[in-house]
Structure formats: C-alpha cells, structure tokens
C-alpha cells in the first residue's frame, strides 16, 4: 500500500513537467520563472521618476520639443566628404547617432510594463499608482508629453528630416498599453486619465493611418510592414477601434503572410540582410503578436492558412530548431550582435499557448528573459508578457 502511494505521488510529481502547457496552469508556469526578477524590477520602478523626452534634445532635429527624433541606424558620415549627406551602411549602426529619445521611451516602456506586471500578479495597486505618474507625464501634462506623431523619425543627415521607416519606433509602447489594459479596471485609476491616454493613441492612430509616412510603412515589404499592422492593432485595442483591427487581420491574412513568407516557413526578405538571424526572429516574434493581439472567439489567426499552404505555425517549425541549437544556423552569422541571440522569444512563449507545445515552452523557460544588451532590448519589445496572457 505504501509503495502504491509513494508511486502515485511519484506521478502527480512528475506529470506538470510534461504536461502540455493549457490554461491556468501555463500561466501560473509563466508567473513562477518572472515573478521574482519581476516585482524587483517593479520595486525599482516605483522609485523612477518620468523622463520623457522633452528632457532630451538634438540640434540635428527638424522638429520641436515635444516631437519625437531619432535617426537612421546604419547610415554613416562621408569619408570623401565629411559634412555632406550621411551614407550607408547596412547593418552597421553608427554609435554617433542621436538615441536619447529612443532611450526615453524604452525605459518608460520597461518601466510601465514591470509595474503592470507586478500589479497583475500582486494585486496592490501601488504599482497602478506609480505607473500614473509615469502615463500622465507621456501622454497628459502638456509640459512633458510626447506629440502623437512621428514626423521626425530615423532622420538621415543631409537626406530626410523623417521618414515612414521610423514608425518602427513606437513599437515600445506596446507594453505601455497592455500594462494599461492590465491597471484600467484598478479603483485608483483616474477615469479622466484613461480617457486622456486613450485619446492620445486615437490621435496617433490618425496620424498614422493617414500621413504619408504610415502609408510608406504600411507597404513595406519586410519586418517594417509587419511592425506598422502589429502596433496599430495593439493600440486599437486601447481604442476600441474595431474597424482598424478588422483592417488589420485582413492585411495580416491577405498581405503579410502570404508576400513575406516562404514555403519552408522563412521569411526571405529577413535573409537576405546582412544580420538574418536576428532579423527572423524580430520578425516571427512581430507575426506572433499580431496573431495574439488580433485573436479572440470570432477570429483565429494562429490556424490561419493561406491557399498555397503557409501558417504561423509553420514559421516558429522553421526557426525553432535554430533557436533551440544556433549551431545550426544554416546562413552567416549575424554582422553584428550574432553573440546576444536569442533570448526568451516572443514567438517561443505565444506559440506554445497556442499550438500546446511543451518543448517550445521550455526553451522559452531557459533562455534569458531580462537582456542587457541595448539593441537586444530594443529588438524585444514584448518584455513582459504575462500582460499579454490571461
């Protein structure tokens, strides 16, 4: 009888860490690796004061204060002609460009996002509390906010005051409006500050369905117009705006997959980049997250086919097997950061909820969820997804 119990116990021991990762129990798996590094980083945060970019300004800006600059990452001073326009270098970032402002929404991304989270796992609303401050100083306080638009963006030295392109940006404010999703509903939330946040994102949405620049972005071919239909869908959901999130769903089915992906399940554009390691997995983790932001009970884009046969699905069965062994990376590596991939991927830890893959699951679970490296954060825009999964 003894051993009867102990072998049964022996069962119920080992059978989480082989089940396959569903509901309630994939989540609580979820909480129990961020949890710790989670709440530190929130408790760390609830300390930060705001620092938007008005704090930050470059002369090389066509724009003002309260305009978002940044410029083109791989684009170089002329050694035949050193104050002339700028030229490139693909896949080389030149270190002399102007990041402050980048920088300034990174940080208030991670910093919203930590505090989400650690409300979401905790329920104290000291976290809700703090991040207000934070989302008010953006989005509200007409001394400090950002303007909702993008028009000075990955500017190019002697080329372009802004260009489509560096819509690309504010895909760090993703988090911020799923952390906002997550702290809504908390008693201490200002109703009036939500409205005014909420009419923020209304008015960038405008912007960028309607200026140029969004145009440019919306039909490009790469990872660019993946990143454009992945946000705007993001904050639609803040919005509420259910005619752009059909849009979306309808660019992502009739555009996005079938033009970007290869029969094997590559992204060939992403390949033929001087950094195609990265570039693919950038890419495979924005494609997952459009199809988490834009399913739901009446729509299902992660069982989404296409006529000749290409899925999501198939995407993460390419890529998944360079991820779990790098060494077999069949192209060259990487020109530059090739050493700092992968980390806990987005596509890892959406695709196992989706398709109940345990072993995607677990390499998601082993591999870094808090990177140091600065472009690596900045390539990682869903750092916290427990906002992301109910």
Not at 58 to 76: I, L, V
Not at 150 to 172: E, H, P, S, V, W
Not at 201 to 227: I, Q, R, S, V
Request: hydrophobic fraction near 40%; include cysteine.
């Amino acid at each position: 009888m003894k051993r009867f119990f102990l072998v049964g116990w022996l069962v119920l021991s080992i059978v989480p860490c082989f089940a396959k990762p569903s509901g309630s129990l994939f989540y609580r798996e979820m909480v129990q690796v961020l949890k710790k590094e989670t709440i530190l980083k929130a408790d760390e945060a609830s300390k930060m004061v705001p620092e938007t970019i008005t704090m930050f300004r470059c002369d090389r800006s066509a724009g003002g204060k309260h305009d978002f600059y940044s410029e083109g990452d791989y684009w170089w001073p002329d050694p035949k002609n050193p104050d002339g326009p700028y030229i490139q270098r693909d896949g080389m970032t030149n270190p002399g460009n102007f990041v402050a402002h980048r920088q300034a929404v990174i940080r208030f991304s991670q910093i919203v996002g930590a505090l989400a989270s650690a409300y979401k796992i905790t329920g104290n609303e000291k976290y809700v509390k703090a991040a207000l401050v934070h989302l008010n100083a953006w989005f509200v306080d007409s001394v400090t906010r950002m303007n909702p638009s993008l028009n000075y963006a990955q500017a190019i030295k002697g080329r372009f005051t802004g260009r489509g392109i560096g819509i690309i940006d504010t895909i760090q404010l993703m988090d911020v409006v799923q952390g906002i999703l997550a702290m809504q509903n908390a008693s201490c939330f200002d109703k009036s500050l939500l409205v005014a946040i909420k009419s923020w994102f209304a008015e960038y949405l405008k912007w960028l369905t309607t200026h140029p620049y969004g145009k440019d972005e919306m039909n490009a071919a790469n990872n660019h117009g993946t990143c454009f239909t992945m946000q705007a869908a993001c904050f639609a959901r803040l919005t509420g705006d259910e005619t752009l999130l059909d849009f979306c769903r309808n660019r992502y089915k009739e555009v996005l997959l079938p033009s970007q992906m290869a029969a094997d399940g590559s992204f060939p554009l992403e390949l033929k980049r001087t950094k195609p390691y990265g570039y693919s997995i950038f890419n495979l983790d924005a494609m997952t997250t459009l199809c988490q932001i834009l399913s739901d009970k009446n729509h299902d884009l992660w069982n989404y086919t296409t006529p000749d046969g290409k899925c999501i699905r198939k995407g993460i069965e390419y890529l998944f097997p360079y991820v779990a062994d790098k060494s077999k990376w069949p192209l060259p590596a990487d020109v530059m950061y090739w050493e700092n991939w992968p980390i806990a991927q987005t596509f890892l830890v959406f695709g196992a909820k989706a398709y109940q893959n345990r072993q995607w699951f677990e390499r998601w679970k082993s591999l870094d969820h808090f990177p140091k490296v600065e472009e690596v954060i900045r390539n990682f825009p869903v750092r916290n997804p427990l906002l992301w999964i109910e």
